[in-house]
């Protein structure tokens, strides 16, 4: 039996990471071009942290519910004593940066604030037993985010804590046969967020069989990890579609689809080379829906591969107004208006065209765009019913009081230079675990860090 879609109290809550105060620019990304070529450049985490932040609370004051999820525990000494680090903390974090900096670099990432990667998620009005589902994805393509998935999966279930209204599942196995980016490669199209929805699932390459795949940069997803997650939250053949990512695109550098097209009720804004076969992702999509498909193709014409992943247009959020009109907001970093072709796509093309698509707002992720990931990249969409919403554990929806006591927080613990050299300081390991301690208190999440949990 399913859910209550009909519930007009059904929202879209964005859950967006709270960046973390070892955000570094790394260049760990292998097919991130941002990620790349910002690496070993002085970040400001103090200013990455409160452009977060900022975004977050313009969306609430907007009328858009916000949800707030923690960074994870960095740097993780307990990877480094893993590959064989002994001694004190400063000993660790000493071998290792004289040792393997690489190592180094990849235990202290900030990456968890992309938070699009956490999971996947399937709401209860399209589960078969009326939950909302969750997958933390395995992230295993990466060293620096195969570190990931046993804190978030910990977050999220004290998150989302009573079992008669959220379901947690495994996380698929570590091999590259089920490589799971989480929801960047995930949206649910539906006429509203109330009604029954389809699964757009988007994959870089098939494990068993597959023949056409990147030939630059390494496809993600697997066909095999999004048939699966889809396995585990009940969804049927009837609700789901599988579309292969064009490998052109990811060698462009479109490492996740989230970076080549957003979708939102029944809106799909895409550019004309994110999947492999267009027509036959458009026409599955239209004979699945139960609302037409409002397809917003943008063409090579109007903006090439390399602007659309230098200025994240397609990364953007893509959000339902809250007034019942059905128009929606285009909310876009600022690389966007940067950028002469895709501002003029924007205006002549988004904005006049024959969709719901009638403002678009700007905001300045500068910080977290040099490391490759745009306003999209920051949240995990999760739709709730106000019920849902209710059963929340914690302190993680996003109100003025808690966005002045995590501003407060930030200015307190965060620095406003991190070098590369600076990741082997054992004090920023100190100000790090000082500073998520005080997190859990004002989120009220209780023991979710390793060091926590002794």
């Given amino acids: 039996m399913r859910g209550n879609v009909n519930d007009m109290n059904v929202q879209e809550v964005n859950f967006d990471g709270l960046v973390g105060p070892t955000h570094n620019y790394a260049g760990l990304a292998h097919g991130n071009v941002a990620s790349m070529r910002h690496g070993g450049l002085a970040s400001n985490p103090r200013e990455a942290a409160l452009q977060g932040l900022a975004k977050m609370k313009a969306l609430k004051d907007a009328g858009y519910p916000q949800g707030v999820l923690p960074p994870q525990q960095r740097p993780d000494l307990g990877a480094l004593r893993d590959l064989g680090f002994s001694g004190s903390n400063a000993e660790v974090l000493e071998r290792a940066a004289r040792e393997a900096p690489q190592l180094l670099r990849a235990v202290c990432s900030a990456s968890s604030m992309w938070t699009a990667n956490a999971a996947t998620v399937t709401p209860s009005g399209d589960a078969p037993d009326a939950r909302v589902h969750f997958t933390a994805a395995n992230l295993q393509s990466s060293f620096h985010r195969f570190l990931e998935p046993q804190t978030t999966a910990r977050v999220l279930a004290a998150m989302f804590r009573d079992e008669a209204h959220f379901a947690h599942h495994p996380v698929l196995p570590a091999t590259p046969a089920f490589s ?112 037409p498909l409002i397809p917003v193709r943008v063409p090579s014409e109007a903006i090439g591969l390399d602007d659309a992943v230098s200025s994240y247009l397609f990364n953007s959020q893509l959000l339902t107004q809250p007034d019942g009109s059905g128009a929606m907001t285009l909310v876009v970093p600022g690389e966007c208006e940067e950028n002469e072709a895709v501002w003029r796509t924007i205006q002549d093309h988004l904005l006049a065209g024959n969709n719901p698509i009638n403002e678009v707002v700007v905001k300045d992720v500068k910080q977290s765009m040099r490391n490759g990931g745009g306003p999209a990249c920051l949240r995990l969409r999760i739709v709730l019913s106000e019920v849902e919403r209710q059963q929340l554990s914690g302190r993680v929806l996003l109100d003025d009081a808690l966005y002045g006591e995590l501003t407060e927080w930030v200015n307190r613990h965060y620095r406003d230079r991190l070098a590369p050299d600076d990741l082997a300081d054992p004090q920023l390991a100190e100000e790090t675990l000082t500073a998520l301690d005080a997190l859990t208190r004002i989120l009220a999440l209780g023991n979710v860090y390793p060091f926590q949990l002794g």
């Fill in 180 to 291: 799971d980016e989480g929801a960047a490669n995930h949206t649910r199209l539906a006429a509203t967020h109330g009604e029954p929805g389809v699964h757009l699932y988007v994959y870089g390459r098939q494990a068993f069989g597959g023949r056409t795949e990147p030939k630059r940069f390494p496809a993600r997803q697997t066909l095999e990890a999004s048939q699966a997650v889809a396995r585990q939250h009940g969804l049927s053949d009837a609700q789901t579609v599988f579309a292969q990512q064009h490998p052109d695109a990811i060698d462009a550098g479109v490492f996740h689809n989230d970076v080549i097209a957003v979708g939102n009720g029944p809106v799909l804004l895409y550019h004309e080379m994110a999947f492999l076969d267009e027509q036959r992702t458009l026409d599955e999509l239209r004979s699945k829906m139960a609302t």
